[in-house]
């Protein structure tokens, strides 16, 4: 199978490569731009990268599983991660952990059967005067009670 | 520019526009500098305000700035540190998202002072959607012509990138930062040679963090006098104190440098909730050495924390009440640094896991009393042996919870 971008998401890799004085400085900001449409980084996709930056392969791959936020194999389509530093985990953390593995029936880091939601555990977010805090698919939330963490599964499932 | 104008947080929640930010004076300092003053002259100034690096090292920043090679003809580049990895720290998410066109004045002000046209801005993976504002705010600058060629009708042109991470605290560490804006596995590299001579693509570069930047304006527009009067002669002008933990009122608290960290935390936070008692603090970040109650009068500036055996870092402030077991501190911390090391020095991959496998033991109830000395031990044996300040930035804090809070692990441990 080969890989390729769609057409914006090509124009907007070319617009990011453009300003870097070497190509392959662009490659965490391409492989953002990947995952943002495909939903995570699969082997194809490393190939087009690395072709396109002018790269070894492999160093695609190092950089891949390097970073945190880099996948390679999807996720639900909804991510929610929860932050369990220090400040967060003094203010329960680990209630709301607890609490959203229970409503959602999954274990540490998991993905519903169903492919809707993945629960993570990260660590800080920095937003530590608003802990316990989470971020949903990127939007910060904060405090969460265990009745805050209810609504916004509520909220989730109501925009399906 | 008046005194109120100048706060790095200002109150209201539309601040963060141009065209409120014009308002409030802001661009002159840059004007200022860019069509009336000598290069050499704006990082004089900056020198003789004891403006000292917000990033956690306090290293003075006008003394970086002259350490830029101003000979050869090679690039050199800015780099703005909006990584923010240091737990318990949310100052620089602050001025990006409500002042971010007082970080970019600051930065225009720093690439003409060393004679850099290219400035890359890093933040964060977990701040993405702040890091859509913040090119909001570049284009409304480089609209008005405040960035891009001819800045200000001066032959001074400045282009500035936003480059996000993708999650990774290590890469908050200067020369991680540079492989990661490069392109690569955020690994430290080793010093010598330094940033300023060796940095971004071969190339003399600078870093500094958001809020050192951000107070930039200020130094030009009022003056370094006016700017150590509102700190300390040595560590000038005021500090974004964070705030977390057991206090009634966490935030963000702007203060003179040297505001005694009691005062912060019991007056500005409003100190710990009903019933609850402080059993330890965290002053600057989760690096930072942990402080006891007894501790707390020490005044937060760099100097007097480096001397009370802890540091000032990030200044991000976390209490913790008598109701937490130093354990679960303990747990957080370790598991934090085992989770973040690079991988590239042993003693801090190692360290670090062995230290977590060790705490995960106690945390569960099969540790040993020879445990506490073990993880003692491992901690020393981290202690400026890695090739960046990873390895006490671990190591040190792990080691005060455990010698500060001793009885109460014992105890943890033999229950
Ligand atoms: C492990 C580690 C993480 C760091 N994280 C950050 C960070 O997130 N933000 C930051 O500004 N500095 C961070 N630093 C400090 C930088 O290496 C560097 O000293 C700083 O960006 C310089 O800017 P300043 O002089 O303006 O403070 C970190 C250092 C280490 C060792």
């Known amino acids: ?160 | 520019m008046s005194e109120d104008d100048v706060r790095l947080i200002p109150a209201d929640d539309s601040s963060w526009r141009f065209e409120a930010y014009l308002r409030r004076g802001g661009y002159e300092a840059a004007r200022k500098a860019v069509t009336s003053m000598a290069p050499q002259d704006v990082i004089a100034e900056v020198r003789r305000a004891g403006l000292r690096g917000r990033g956690g090292a306090g290293f003075p920043a006008g003394l970086k700035w002259s350490f830029v090679p101003q000979c050869g003809t090679a690039p050199k580049y800015l780099c703005v540190n909006a990584d923010e990895g240091e737990p318990g720290t949310f100052k620089d998410r602050a001025i990006l998202v409500r002042n971010p066109h007082q970080l970019l004045e600051g930065m225009i002000i720093a690439a003409f002072g060393v004679g850099i046209r290219k400035a890359f801005i890093y933040v964060r993976g977990e701040y993405a959607r702040i890091a859509r504002r913040l090119e909001e705010a570049l284009a409304e600058a480089r609209e008005r012509g405040f960035l891009g060629r001819g800045i200000f009708g001066s032959d001074f042109d400045l282009e500035v990138i936003v480059h996000v991470g993708a999650g990774a605290y290590i890469c908050g560490e200067e020369t991680a930062l540079l492989e990661s804006v490069e392109g690569r596995r955020g690994q430290p590299r080793f010093k010598p040679p330094f940033p300023a001579v060796v940095g971004l693509f071969r190339s003399p570069t600078v870093i500094n963090n958001v809020e050192t930047l951000a107070n930039i304006p200020s130094i030009i527009g009022c003056g370094a006098d006016w700017f150590t009067a509102r700190g300390l002669p040595k560590d000038g002008g005021t500090r974004l104190f964070g705030v977390s933990g057991a206090v009634r009122r966490p935030g963000l608290y702007e203060l003179p440098m040297g505001t005694p960290l009691r005062t912060i935390v019991e007056t500005h936070a409003g100190g710990p909730p009903e019933g609850v008692a402080i059993k330890a603090v965290v002053p600057g970040g989760l690096s930072a050495p942990v402080l006891r109650p007894d501790e707390l009068d020490v005044p937060m500036d760099f100097d007097s924390l480096a001397k009370a055996g802890s540091m000032l870092g990030t200044a991000g402030i976390v209490v913790i009440g008598d109701r937490t077991p130093i354990i679960e501190v303990l747990k957080v911390t370790a598991r934090f640094y085992a989770h973040e090391s690079c991988g590239q020095c042993t003693p801090c991959r190692i360290g670090t896991s062995w230290i977590h496998k060790t705490v995960t033991r106690i945390g569960e109830g099969q540790g040993r009393l020879s445990d506490l000395d073990l993880i003692l031990r491992l901690a020393e044996g981290m202690k400026g042996r890695t090739l960046c300040p990873m390895g006490d930035a671990a190591a040190l804090p792990i080691h005060a919870l455990v010698s500060k809070f001793r009885d109460e692990l014992e105890q943890a441990v033999s229950r």
């Open chain 1, 1 to 160: 199978m080969s890989y390729a971008p769609s057409a914006a998401t090509l124009k907007k890799i070319e617009g990011m490569i453009a300003p870097y004085p070497e190509k392959s400085a662009a490659l965490l900001p391409v492989l953002r731009a990947i995952q943002e449409e495909s939903g995570c980084v699969l082997p194809e996709a490393e190939a087009w990268v690395a072709a396109k930056l002018g790269i070894r392969p492999i160093r695609v791959r190092e950089v891949l599983s390097f970073y945190t936020m880099f996948r390679r194999k999807p996720a639900g389509k909804t991510t929610i991660q929860v932050c369990r530093n220090l400040s967060c985990t003094l203010a329960g953390a680990e209630d709301i952990i607890g609490f959203l593995r229970e409503k959602l029936h999954i274990g540490p880091d998991g993905t519903t059967p169903d492919g809707r939601i993945t629960l993570e555990t990260v660590e800080c977010l920095g937003n530590c005067d608003h802990a316990p805090c989470l971020q949903i698919d990127g939007v910060d939330h904060g405090p969460v009670t265990r009745d805050g963490a209810a609504a916004l599964l509520e909220e989730l499932r109501a925009h399906e």
